[in-house]
């Protein structure tokens, strides 16, 4: 089981980007996944999920109604496509899964994580 982030960089504040996690070794509409993110002297946030058991979607109150999750399950990749991003954004950005096939959201832990993307929201 493998996860990749990436599609970080800068962006001004109220801006956009998509970031991507490509995953391999497993089937990707099967499994929980989970989008994290970590600011610099902060803990690490859970910010959004896609269940493996029907594909819902959770998002933490922070990024509701700016972030959206999806996944391509023909290209074995997940989406978090973010919007209206704001300075407290900034943060490096992680996607993870329990690697058990229909997990609902959040699992009960997240047992393999890829290498996280820098994005930063400034001016």
């Known amino acids: 089981v493998q996860l990749q982030a990436s599609g970080g960089g800068l962006v001004q504040p109220g801006g956009s980007l998509r970031l991507s996690c490509a995953t391999s070794?497993?089937?990707?509409?099967?499994?929980?996944i989970g989008w994290f993110r970590q600011a610099p002297g902060k803990e690490r946030e859970g910010i959004s999920c896609?269940?493996?058991?029907?594909?819902?979607?959770y998002y933490a109150d922070s990024v509701k109604g700016r972030f959206t999750v999806s996944r391509d399950n023909a290209n074995n990749t997940m989406y978090l496509q973010m919007s209206d991003l704001k300075p407290e954004d900034t943060a490096v950005y992680y996607c993870?899964?329990?690697?058990?096939?229909?997990?609902?959201?959040?699992?009960?832990?997240?047992?393999?994580w890829g290498q996280g993307t820098q994005v930063t929201v400034s001016s």
């Open positions: 993870a899964t329990d690697g058990r096939p229909g997990s609902s959201c959040p699992p009960i832990r997240y047992n393999y």
């Open positions: 070794g497993f089937t990707l509409d099967y499994y929980a």
């Open positions: 896609i269940s493996g058991r029907d594909g819902s979607t």
